[in-house]
């Protein structure tokens, strides 16, 4: 019985939990179509992973090849 009670809770949290963060997107959503919240891009410079070279600039993506091979 003990074990069948915490799954519940458990459970009914995570339910809460997920109701709160619906709400939260609902009304974060209203506030940018309404022009509340201005999004900003990044200004900063991006690095790829291979760690080619160190001098990638903000648009690295004019630099990629047409076609890239794979498997």
């Known amino acids: 019985m003990k074990k ?7 459970l009914g ?3 809460l939990i ?3 963060q619906a709400v939260q ?4 959503k209203a506030k940018v179509d309404a022009g509340a919240v201005k999004i900003a ?7 790829t992973a291979s760690g080619g070279s160190s001098g990638v600039t903000g648009n690295s993506l004019e630099d990629l090849p047409q076609m890239v091979g794979g498997c």
Request: hydrophobic share 60%; proline share 0%; no cysteine.
């Open 41 to 47: 891009g990044s200004k900063t410079a991006v690095n």
């Open 25 to 28: 997107l609902t009304t974060l």
């Open 13 to 15: 949290l995570l339910v």
């Open 18 to 20: 997920s109701l709160v």
């Open 4 to 10: 069948n009670l915490i799954i519940a809770i458990i």
